[in-house]
């Protein structure tokens, strides 16, 4: 019996997209409840699981003795919801429900939804006993104390963990020898916290931190990576950082690291472009390293909207850099970048040079993504508001506004004549556009390394000519049949899967 579950979702599968993709989450709390002494078992990939198939993963695991089973928010990707219960599970509630009755009929656990969405659902859902919000190293270790009787501080049924100390950055190792891990498979790995810009768009925790502040020790990490090599014979990595390169010191002791392991590793990595520009050198370090995927959040090439939200390189110096770097990094690293359409300044004018631009045959990213500017009407109830951006808090100093509480996230921006709606459709044409230029790139290549596509492919082939040559809904199928076994999942339960119905 485990005295804390945790489910993890996955990635739906809809025939293009891997459905290996392990996130860090639900395992850093896992460690951080078995480092004071409870057992735990993690489930991932549930959303490639029927509802019977769940049920039995978690049988061997539920009992008396489990105080709570958490479902984690923050990876669960699904489109295409009727309502708010399934956006909130990111599956049909009605494939949910009888996962959260079988937990209710065979043990007296309490039911714990975190991640980085819960605070968007605390006054929808009356299943769950508790909400988690923000990093749940510490705060979940007062619950789980809670709920075993070790303590007597009731913390509440939303807890916020910004009312917690935040954890020492020496207890951060994540095991992964007692999970059930594929042989080789990518796993995430947690190098420092944090963030030392503050992007006005931006919500995450502990943005716009001191230079040299929450950082992991070296030689820990380089006994957790040598722990997941001999245990599972992993050495590819997604680097969880919100920016990689943000510290010179830390790059030059990591380095040490990763070029003194008995294994050559690979990974990818969020990068920020104005410090590859400022230090130029650490283009080399990286892929001496094993750096292979990077992502820019490169945001926008307009000026003053780039002023406006933090970013202070020049859009003509950031393009000088891509190049450069795409030279460099030439059949080394896959560049994919993000641009937010909707930012202060922006219009339709500067769309259509964006896009011109993307689309020119000699553009140095590998893979192009564009999003609607995503704000959150501050002024509507809720426990959301720590996890507010500054264009979120203060909308109308940028020139949001936002037509009715109904729908919190639908804002206008009147002087230039856009809005949500007509930039989510724009970002949806545009992606659709770039898509047959498109190689997949940073994290997305660990997830067809996943499941056997080579290297070489992820260099050479796009998008499309990928999944021309490999069949990814039966690669998937084996992994996903390998996890299973492990967990001794019966299969012939039901062919189908939670999100069947979409």
Not at 122 to 149: H, K, N, Q, R
Request: hydrophobic share 40%.
């Amino acid at each position: 019996m485990a005295n804390c579950i945790l489910i993890s979702g996955g990635i739906e599968q809809d025939g293009s997209v891997p459905a290996i993709h392990r996130t860090l989450g639900a395992y850093r709390v896992a460690a951080a409840v078995e480092a004071i002494g409870y057992t735990t078992f993690v489930l991932d990939f549930a959303i490639n699981f029927t509802s019977e198939e769940i049920c039995q993963a978690l049988a061997p695991h539920l009992g008396s003795d489990t105080l709570w089973v958490g479902f984690s928010s923050t990876f669960f990707f699904v489109r295409n919801q009727d309502n708010k219960k399934d956006e909130m599970y990111y599956a049909p509630y009605t494939q949910i429900k009888p996962v959260l009755d079988f937990i209710k009929s065979n043990s007296n656990a309490k039911l714990v939804y975190g991640g980085m969405k819960s605070a968007f659902y605390t006054e929808e859902e009356a299943d769950i006993d508790y909400f988690v919000l923000g990093y749940a190293d510490t705060s979940v270790l007062a619950l789980t104390d809670y709920l075993a009787g070790k303590s007597t501080t009731d913390p509440g049924r939303i807890i916020n963990s910004k009312d917690y100390p935040e954890p020492a950055m020496s207890s951060l190792t994540t095991s992964w020898r007692n999970h059930d891990i594929l042989p080789g498979e990518a796993l995430p790995l947690e190098l420092a916290r944090g963030c030392i810009f503050k992007c006005k768009f931006c919500s995450f925790p502990l943005i716009g931190k001191k230079k040299g502040t929450y950082l992991r020790d070296s030689i820990q990490v380089r006994d957790e990576m040598i722990e997941a090599w001999e245990t599972h014979g992993t050495r590819t990595y997604f680097i969880t950082d919100d920016t990689f390169n943000d510290d010179n010191d830390k790059i030059d002791a990591l380095h040490k690291v990763f070029t003194n392991l008995p294994f050559k590793p690979i990974f990818s990595a969020y990068l920020r472009i104005d410090l590859l520009n400022k230090y130029p050198h650490q283009a080399d370090i990286l892929t001496d390293m094993g750096l292979i995927g990077t992502f820019f959040g490169l945001e926008t090439m307009q000026a003053d909207s780039a002023k406006a939200i933090g970013k202070g390189l020049a859009p003509s110096k950031v393009k000088d850099r891509l190049y450069w770097l795409a030279d460099r990094w030439k059949r080394k690293v896959n560049i994919s970048a993000g641009f937010i359409l909707g930012l202060p300044y922006d219009d339709v004018f500067y769309f259509d040079d964006l896009i011109s631009w993307c689309l020119e045959s000699d553009n140095p990213i590998q893979q192009i993504e564009f999003y609607p500017l995503y704000l959150f009407n501050h002024t509507v109830p809720g426990d959301r508001k720590p996890y507010l951006s500054e264009f979120s808090l203060h909308p109308e100093i940028y020139g949001y506004k936002f037509p009715g509480k109904e729908n919190y996230s639908h804002w206008k921006l009147p002087e230039q004549n856009l809005n949500y709606e007509i930039c989510t459709e724009i970002a949806h044409s545009y992606n659709q556009l770039i898509r047959s230029k498109n190689k997949y790139a940073s994290f997305a290549m660990m997830l067809f390394l996943n499941v056997g596509v080579t290297l070489d492919d992820l260099y050479d082939l796009t998008v499309d000519q990928i999944a021309q040559k490999y069949n990814i809904t039966a690669l998937n199928d084996v992994k996903l049949s390998e996890y299973k076994k492990m967990l001794g999942v019966n299969q012939l339960i039901n062919t189908r899967n939670i999100s069947e119905d979409h």
